[in-house]
């Protein structure tokens, strides 16, 4: 029996049994549950539990708070309760039983088209940079593009098209390799299918409204005739076929011989979806396709354009918060391939810029105060550049009104823009450079549209952010800013240090800021204890203090646990859920039991990949038990360095 057998024992009977768990893993402090009905779990008794530090539930996940010792409590209750523990990622996919049907629809949607995203900026930005020389008439008195008077450019012309066809017209082969590299079956038979869907013997679909029936091309089958029709750059007969696909191919795993399977499985698998993509789901999925991109195109070009505007301007940004964003992706590209160009897009590129420019007002306003500003700036450029969860998430979202400032400068904007038709050739970077995606004769109407989205969220946040610190200054609120709190705490720090036991060394470069800053239920609330993070600037990990290293994950390689010689535990975790990486792009640089000193690198790890899986790098140092510590101080607000700064003293 292991030290939390009971426990153990106690917790299952309180999440309902061993009957009401469909899978169960554990993370570095968290015990992680998919329910088969969440209700029958006793939130009250569970936390009520000696061994448990608190309980909250997170896209379909039942997560109970254990700490350090989280890996041997979860042996113990694989061993009492008899269940086989899976992998996070089986956990995850097993959560989705848990969400509505939209949210899985939203969720598998984003996973399609995340690996695509790339391929399709890129396509966005060639076609955006070929509209400007041979689409844009500047010589010879407007007469003439730049590849009319080079041959030059005429071929570099050419030669792009090779890319932006690849991408945009053979779109349906990435989506079929996306799904069945999410579904987990033969990605080499999903590209397969996508090529017989653009195929060159089949009639291309931009071709299709211009070509009279009778002359449309046909497979003959004596009893009955097909249309040749091919699906380039359409993407719900492509998700409709991939996933036709998936599960043919797992129906005969399920049913086939394991001695013939290779030969069985991928050929029934192929021929009934190809034959089922081009007789019944083709045509389905293109008239559903045209049908939803009907909808959105009349809501843009209608008589209430002004309206669908302004509320779509409006609600943009709280839908990137959501996720529900992700849907406009495929509405995008259905209005391009069926009307030639998108009036969606260019409102997605405004919203952007308009959350960048209420950044932009926040700088001004706090143009004094240094911290601040090491946030505000790279969020406004990034912002600008298209990427705005740092925008949102780090700045607007924190203070509020710059959000709402934005939001107001985006409806604003898309108001204008779709009065004035303003259409994209392609779906590019969602910000400045988002011109380029803009045909040559909306470019005007949509720079107008920038400044608009520039100037209104700067002026209403400056406007709206002075009226708030007016009213602070008269309700009495202090007028210390975050630097000077921190040159005090520090202060007070450093009188007090010729008293002091034990110090902890920042363990990264970078801004040190508040739990209550960080953005996670479980760290900011202080649930697993209190403690501090820091916003790195570089990418590895350090000891801060002399301590033995009590516990690793093996798996995910994101955090560590130390413990110091008067007993006090510290759990050091990099970024917020980044436990789903599965240990990519984290490094281990040393051993569990190992004894170190501060200034000691424990972790290296990849701050670019960790912002790719959507996660941030923000990295906390908890004090999951105190030991002998007492009167325990953190100094944040600073900018510290490794081994050098002292974050936090206690006796």
Known sequence: MGKYAEDAKELLQHVGGRENIAAVSHCMTRMRFVLNDPKKADIEKIEAMKAVKGSFTQTGQFQVIIGNTVSDFYNDF?????IEGVSKDAVKNAAKQNQNVLQRMITALAEIFAPLIPAIITGGLILGFRNCIDSMYLFENGTRTLCDISQFWAGIDSFLWLIGEAVFHMLPVGICWSVTK?????????????????SGQLLNAYAVAGTAAADIPVWNFGYFKVNMIGYQAQVLPAILAAFMLVYLEKFFRRITPQVVSMIVVPFCSLVLAVMAAHFVLGPIGWKIGSAISAIVYAGITGPAKVIFGAVFGFVYAPLVITGLHH???AIDLQLIADYGGTMLWPMIALSNIAQGSAVLGMIALQRKDAEAQEVNVPACVSCYLGVTEPAIFGVNL???????????????????????????NAIGVGGLPGILSIRPDSMAGFAVC??????????????????????????????????EMAADIAASGERNREHSKKELKAFLTGKVIKLKEVGDGVFSEGIMGEGFAIIPENDTLYAPADAAVSVLMQDSRHACGLTLDNGTEILLHIGIDTVDMQGDGFEYLVSEGQKVSAGTPLIRFDRAKIRAAGHTDTTVCIITEPGNAKNIRFITGIRGEAKK???AVFE
């Open 78 to 82: 694989i061993a009492v309760s008899g």
């Open 182 to 198: 999410k579904m987990g079956t033969t990605q080499m038979l999903g590209i397969v299918l996508g090529l017989t869907l653009v």
């Open 327 to 329: 849907m406009s992706n």
């Open 398 to 424: 924190k203070h509020v009104f710059p959000f709402v400032c934005g939001m107001i400068g985006s409806a604003c904007a898309a108001v204008v823009c779709v009065a004035m038709g303003t259409t994209a």
């Open 450 to 483: 920038m400044v608009i989205a520039m100037v209104i969220p700067f002026v209403l946040t400056v406007i709206a952010g002075k009226k708030k610190m007016a009213s602070d200054k008269k309700s009495g609120a202090p007028a210390k800013d975050l630097e």
């Open 645 to 647: 700064t002292a974050v």
